[in-house]
């Protein structure tokens, strides 16, 4: 693991494609120790990552492994799931949106190592950002702790009834290991937010959306647990997100913004709904991104994913990635004549 | 020609009977296949699996907090999150004059995977002390579960 060929090659942004990439690592320049790695080259490992990635067979070909299969895993320290042990997405939500309709936010988590044993006493730092029609809030963190069952349960009450909410959670065991969570009320999507660099990029999603959107304020969460606000948008930061518009929808470079390890953008933004969405006028509304899918809670998995039980070397180290500590796995064994 | 029928009847059921022959063989081959292990390598990836998380703990700072405080469970979980779940480990804390100072155990996994390995490996890491000199050897052993 060293930083590969040009020492900044997951950074490169736009015209990012795999040929730029002469000699294959994924640690940081900017640290002193291979142990700490990039997350814009990580996340040119994200298969479907809009601003491109690197696929199996080039990463193959830099490394010299023809003859040779790998898989390489990134394992967070301990999983944060809804209490019934289920993924938390879209469809299975920690919050009981019964409350918010009483302008208060509940959320439970469960805390365990990745056999399933229940973590006590893991701090959780929660903090929600919410918007109604024309409002836009922000509660100060409130801390829990697990139970013996690795449970971790809290209430905060709102200013006002949300119509869209995030809740950033930042859970931490012993001091050492620490994993953000996202997960909300958010039932349109009209950007995708992208992190290379010092630059943040919002992409039009997969599914499209015809809307006019006004970017508002962009704040970031990093690892040692601080919201920060990062920009006020002005007259001129709006864009629409229907047919005909680029791919990319705004773009804008702050200056070391990298070396403060932002995890998760929180950004506020103002849209028209398209017609048929079920939402009518201006709606402020908030998003978040763009990590969750990467340096969640799950394993992160690149490369062939089933080694065989004989014959395969695996090397493991622990790694820090946007300041949060993870084992990354190599698996290496001879491709099957 | 009935006579050429058995005949033909014959090579099918010899092909049949050829074909268990290999599979059988093979599963045989299979089962008592011994894969050469490497123990020196074994041993030796923990031993820098382990190196490498004390030391990494200790440049967070996190590992003399730990040690000074005699925080041995938070020293227990810290060690949990950043080994592989595969990997158990025994810790024992000495000052100077090899007297152990952990009155509780820093361990995690399976006793009888220590006495029965063949691959266990040893880490020995030296702090100089928190506030004051006030040296402690930490002896980590690991051991793949």
């Given at each position: 693991?060293d ?25 940081s ?5 291979f ?27 830099l490394?010299?492994?023809e ?44 805390v365990?190592?990745p ?62 290991a620490?994993?953000?969570?996202t ?14 660099g ?33 920009y ?38 103002e ?67 | 020609?009935?006579g ?23 599963s ?25 998380v ?38 024992t ?10 009155d509780a155990?820093?361990?995690y ?37």
């Amino acid at each position: 693991m060293d930083t590969g060929e040009p020492v900044n090659w997951g950074s490169v942004d736009p015209n990012w494609s795999p040929e730029i990439v002469k000699r294959f690592g994924l640690a940081s320049a900017s640290a002193s120790t291979f142990y700490v790695l990039d997350p814009d080259k990580v996340q040119r490992l994200v298969e479907g990552n809009p601003l491109g990635g690197i696929n199996y067979t080039v990463v193959k070909e830099l490394l010299g492994l023809e003859g040779y299969e790998f898989s390489f895993r990134i394992i967070p320290p301990f999983n944060v799931t809804n209490v019934d042990g289920t993924k938390i997405d879209d469809n299975h939500s920690p919050i009981n949106e019964t409350l918010l309709e009483e302008k208060v936010l509940q959320y439970a988590v469960k805390v365990c190592y990745p056999n399933g044993e229940p973590i006590p006493n893991a701090v959780i730092e929660a903090v929600v950002v919410y918007t109604d029609k024309s409002n836009f809030a922000i509660e100060s963190p409130k801390f829990t702790t697990t139970d013996s069952m690795g449970i971790g349960r809290d209430t905060i009450n709102l200013d006002f009834k949300p119509s869209h909410v995030t809740v950033i959670l930042r859970v931490s065991v012993a001091d050492v290991a620490t994993l953000v969570v996202t997960f909300g009320k958010n039932p349109l999507r009209f950007v995708d937010i992208n992190a290379v660099g010092d630059s943040i990029v919002l992409t039009r999603p997969k599914n499209k959306t015809n809307a006019e959107v006004k970017l508002h304020k962009i704040y970031f969460f990093s690892a040692d647990g601080t919201l920060v606000s990062l920009y006020n948008g002005t007259k001129d930061d709006h864009f629409n997100t229907g047919e005909g518009s680029p791919f990319r929808l705004w773009n804008k470079t702050f200056p070391c913004l990298k070396s403060r390890n932002p995890v998760v953008f929180v950004i506020n933004i103002e849209t028209v709904p398209p017609k048929g969405s079920g939402e009518h006028g201006n709606q402020e509304m908030v998003i978040a991104g763009p990590y969750q899918n990467l340096l969640g809670y799950t394993v992160f998995q690149y490369g062939s994913s089933s080694p065989p039980e004989r014959g395969a070397v695996s090397l493991r180290r622990s790694v820090i990635i946007s300041g949060m500590t993870y084992t990354a796995e190599l698996t290496l064994w001879k491709e099957s004549p | 020609m009935k006579g050429n029928n058995a005949k033909g009847q014959m090579r099918v059921v010899e092909v049949i009977l050829a074909s268990f022959v290999i599979i059988f063989a093979l599963s045989f081959v299979n089962i008592f296949a011994v894969t050469p292990t490497s123990p020196k390598y074994e041993v030796t990836e923990l031993e820098k699996l382990g190196y490498n998380v004390l030391h990494d703990l200790d440049k967070q700072g996190l590992l003399p907090h730990f040690v000074y405080s005699e925080d041995w469970n938070n020293l227990t979980a810290a060690l949990r999150v950043s080994l592989p779940m595969d990997v158990y480990f025994n810790l024992t804390v000495y000052d100077l004059n090899r007297t152990q100072i952990n009155d509780a155990p820093i361990f995690y996994g399976d006793a009888s995977a220590f006495e029965n390995s063949k691959n266990v490996a040893s880490v020995t890491y030296g702090l100089v002390g928190h506030d004051s000199y006030n040296p402690r050897i930490l002896v980590l052993q690991l051991v793949r579960g």
